[in-house]
């Protein structure tokens, strides 16, 4: 095995371990280790295994590094024991004997841990196509379920390791040391979680993280540091409202859109994209080689030199222009019909481009995904719900549109931050839509909602009871006269309780 091949294989085991470096002179990339990231990526796949507790002498010299208080205790969550176990609840479970999907209630961590050991359930170690989460965004709002990991000063500079200078004084200013406080325990949330579910995706599987701006470049430099750099796919935008009104601006703009983050598993990812429509194509001649549209047949590139004339076979009329195709092909186009020959000298010849031609039958998608007018999700889960149950849930169609773009077949879809369910509805009627049979794994923790919020009014006692509901009524609400039909007809699920989340379970530091 070549070095070249060894460092690759170092990669791919330890993600972000390798970097590469340009002769600035040949222009020529060479791929390096790098001995701090090999360190770090060693004590995050193997944990108390990895032998080097302490920094080595490689880690001493200054280098490039994204670290925060806490992170060492946070990586070493991903590998430490889990003290919980899966409790099937029959009893809280639809159809359990003939579905694969599962809701499980408790902690993501432990249960991303089982999932990946296959404790109590299968394995889905290397099994899952899309992970999508959309986890607190750390606005410092407390919603119904803990959005804010802005420690106070107290504890965060208590547990910060001290910095002194050569005197022995304490070097780092409370203040200046601000941002620290408010993103460590975000990301000392977030690392164990990435870690683990990372061991979760297939080769050909990728990650969809839903964010704001409160969290996306930490967010992003984590990714980088879990996935691997170079396993960066796209940095996905859409809008959540069409004008700024009822947006407070700050600065004179006002902020409409939100991030999906997406990192693959290896390269074998792709996105599917979506079906190539036949809008913009029409076959008022009856054409025997089907619909078609009007388009150009001119060069942009070529040179003027390269024009030569085209005839109109049933005129006679001869046309000079650079076209984008050669003489023969031309000619063939014309004998064909396939060329659109203006009534009058002087105007444009034009080409039928036929819908039937293109090989694939999808399209890639756009980074910019448009509007999901909350306006519309709102109406939709007050029919399916009765009431607005849950707050800022993601939009329906955006969640259907994800899973288009990016599952299909039997792929198992795995969302760790459930909430009220809004991924499990969107693949439950996705199937029946498309006639696939992807199957859905979400974890919510039994999180209690306020008696005096909607929800609590409408009767939940927690965030997971809610989104139980919520797949049961998605799953009601399918007409089978309308689905596909391949579609199959599951709606059921199997639910795993890991009963109420233990002080380790949730420990962030
Ligand atoms: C932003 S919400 C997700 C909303 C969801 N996408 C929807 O459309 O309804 C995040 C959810 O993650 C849950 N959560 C937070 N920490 C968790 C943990 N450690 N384990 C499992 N769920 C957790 C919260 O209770 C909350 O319901």
Not at 69 to 84: E, F, H, L, N
Not at 129 to 136: A, N, Q, V
Not at 450 to 473: F, H, M, Q, V, W
């Amino acid at each position: 095995m070549s070095a070249r091949d060894k460092i690759e294989r170092l990669q791919q085991l330890f993600p972000g371990s390798v970097t590469e470096t340009q002769d600035p002179e040949t222009g020529q990339v060479t791929l390096r280790v790098a001995p701090e990231q090999l360190h770090t990526a060693l004590q995050a796949a193997l944990g108390d295994a990895y032998c080097s507790a302490e920094k080595t002498m490689l880690t001493q010299v200054e280098s490039y590094a994204f670290t925060w208080p806490g992170k060492t205790a946070a990586r070493q969550q991903a590998t430490a024991p889990v003290s919980v176990q899966f409790q099937p609840r029959p009893d809280l479970s639809k159809d359990p004997e003939t579905t694969s999907n599962q809701l499980i209630i408790g902690d993501n961590l432990a249960a991303l841990k089982l999932l990946r050991e296959g404790s109590g359930t299968d394995s889905l170690a290397g099994k899952v196509r899309l992970i999508y989460i959309d986890p607190p965004y750390n606005t410092g709002n407390a919603f119904i379920y803990p959005d804010n990991f802005r420690e106070s000063l107290r504890s965060y500079t208590a547990r910060k390791p001290k910095t002194t200078d050569p005197e022995g004084q304490k070097a780092f200013d409370d203040d200046a040391d601000h941002h620290g406080r408010i993103h460590a325990d975000w990301l000392s949330f977030m690392l164990p979680r990435l870690i683990v579910a990372r061991d979760l995706l297939r080769e050909d599987g990728c990650i969809v993280i839903s964010i704001d701006e409160h969290e996306l470049p930490n967010l992003w430099k984590l990714c980088e540091e879990v996935f691997g750099a170079e396993n960066f796919v796209e940095c996905m935008v859409y809008d959540k409202k069409s004008s700024a009104k009822g947006v407070p601006p700050t600065k004179m703009i006002a902020g409409v859109h939100e991030y999906m983050l997406v990192f693959q598993r290896s390269s074998a990812f792709s996105f599917i994209g979506r079906p190539r429509s036949e809008e913009g194509f029409y076959n008022p001649d009856n054409d025997p080689r089907g619909p078609w549209r009007n388009t150009n047949c001119k060069s942009t590139v070529k040179d003027p030199r390269e024009a030569f004339d085209v005839e109109d076979p049933a005129t006679g009329r001869r046309f000079r222009d650079v076209w984008a195709f050669s003489p023969a092909e031309m000619a063939r186009k014309a004998a064909a019909g396939e060329l659109l020959f203006p009534k009058a000298d002087g105007g444009q010849v034009r080409m039928k481009e036929y819908f039937n031609a293109f090989r694939n039958a999808n399209i890639p998608i756009k980074s910019s995904w448009g509007l999901y007018d909350a306006q519309y999700n709102t109406q939709y889960l007050t029919r399916l719900m009765g009431t607005k149950v849950f707050l800022n849930p993601k939009h329906i169609r955006l969640m259907r549109d994800l899973l288009a773009y990016t599952t299909q077949g039997n792929d198992i879809v795995l969302d760790f931050f459930g909430g009220s369910g809004t991924t499990a509805d969107a693949l439950l009627s996705l199937n029946a839509e498309d006639g696939h049979q992807r199957r859905f794994v979400l974890v919510q923790l039994d999180v209690p909602v306020e008696p005096s919020s909607a929800a609590g009014k409408a009767g939940y006692t927690t965030i997971a009871d809610l989104c139980r509901d919520r797949i049961n009524r998605a799953g009601a609400a399918l007409n089978p006269a309308e689905a596909h039909p391949n579609w199959d007809g599951n709606v059921g699920y199997r639910v795993l309780d890991l009963g109420p989340p233990t002080p380790v379970d949730l420990k962030v530091d």
